[in-house]
């Protein structure tokens, strides 16, 4: 393949895994240093979110490598909890609790296994926040690149 041939191919796949415009967290008012931090997702993308998980930065930042691998266990056991009952459909919105003031992690995968991975959102007491997912922030799964079939948490038999 020649060396044209190939930046095209990577400008599609980079396309079509998330063009448009990035996700992005807005903090409405001043936080006040005080009281309960408000946090919600609204989806701005035309996918239906899935999963969605929130954990602390620092959590992700001293994981192993296996934990931050796609499908693997290790990064069920990281990511914990899945704030979602259902999926997220777009124009949705949804609350999320945040325990305690710091930089926190947010994950999020679509129906078609794509993901969004927002790292060190810098969330204050008495602060209210609104994280909105647009379609530039989707990415393909890394082995989803490869091998879609075998692959895909969908295809899954264990």
Not at 37 to 45: C, G, H, L, P, Y
Not at 78 to 84: A, I, S, T, V, Y
Not at 94 to 118: F, K, N, T
Request: hydrophobic share 35%.
């Amino acid at each position: 393949m020649n060396r044209r041939a190939a930046l095209v191919s990577l400008w599609v796949l980079v396309v079509g895994c998330g063009g448009g415009p990035s996700t992005r967290l807005h903090t409405v008012g001043k936080p006040s240093g005080q009281g309960e931090i408000q946090f919600a997702v609204e989806n701005r993308s035309s996918s239906v979110v899935n999963n969605l998980f929130v954990i602390e930065s620092s959590a992700v930042a001293s994981a192993s490598r296996a934990a931050l691998t796609p499908g693997t266990p290790d990064q069920a056991a990281l990511w914990g909890r899945d704030f979602l009952k259902s999926g997220l459909e777009s124009g949705g919105s949804l609350r999320i609790p945040i325990p305690a003031p710091g930089r926190w992690d947010v994950r999020v995968v679509d129906r078609d296994g794509r993901e969004q991975h927002l790292a060190g959102l810098r969330l204050s007491a008495g602060g209210r926040y609104v994280l909105e997912l647009q379609e530039g922030g989707w990415r393909a799964l890394r082995y989803a690149l490869c091998d879609t079939k075998s692959r895909h948490p969908s295809n899954r038999t264990s």
